[in-house]
C-alpha cells in the first residue's frame, strides 16, 4: 500500500557528508514509522535510524548518533537520512522501510518490524 524508493547515495571521501531521501507514494505516508538500514558486504542488514509518524520521537543505533540525523516531511512524503562524518564502515546499501506495526516502539531496530522496503541505495565511503 506504500511504494518507497532511495535516492541520494554515491561516492564519498571519509569525512565527507550525504544526504539520503526516500520518496513514498500513497496518501497514507503520515501514519507510518520509518526506519533506515543497511547491509554490507558480507554483513547481515543493520538497524540505522528510525523516527515515529508524527516525526516526534527518532532512534538511532549506537554508532551513527551524533554523525546521522534521520528527519521527515510529511507534505512531501519523504523521509530523509543526513549523514556527516562518514567513514569507511558506513559504506553499505541503505534503505527505507515503513512500519505500521502496534509494537513499533519495541521492534523498531529490527527488519521484522517493518512491511514495506525500498529498493535501496549504494553509499561508498573511501579512504
Known amino acids: 500500500q506504500v511504494q518507497l524508493v532511495e535516492s541520494g547515495g554515491g561516492w564519498v571521501q571519509a569525512g565527507g557528508s550525504l544526504r539520503l531521501s526516500c520518496a513514498a507514494s500513497?496518501?497514507?505516508?503520515?501514519?507510518?514509522?520509518m526506519g533506515w538500514f543497511r547491509q554490507a558486504p558480507g554483513k547481515e542488514r543493520e538497524f540505522v535510524a528510525a523516527?515515529?509518524?508524527?516525526?516526534?520521537?527518532?532512534y538511532y543505533s549506537g554508532s551513527v548518533k551524533g554523525r546521522f540525523t534521520v528527519s521527515r516531511d510529511n507534505a512531501k512524503n519523504t523521509v530523509y537520512l543526513q549523514m556527516n562524518s562518514l567513514n569507511v564502515e558506513d559504506t553499505a546499501v541503505y534503505y527505507c522501510?515503513?512500519?505500521?506495526?502496534?509494537?513499533?516502539?519495541?521492534?523498531?531496530?529490527?527488519?521484522?518490524?517493518?512491511?514495506?522496503w525500498g529498493q535501496g541505495t549504494q553509499v561508498t565511503v573511501s579512504s
Open positions: 523516527i515515529s509518524w508524527s516525526g516526534g520521537s527518532t
Open positions: 522501510a515503513a512500519s505500521r506495526s502496534a509494537a513499533w516502539s519495541t521492534v523498531h531496530r529490527v527488519p521484522a518490524g517493518y512491511g514495506y
Open positions: 500513497g496518501r497514507t505516508f503520515s501514519s507510518y514509522a
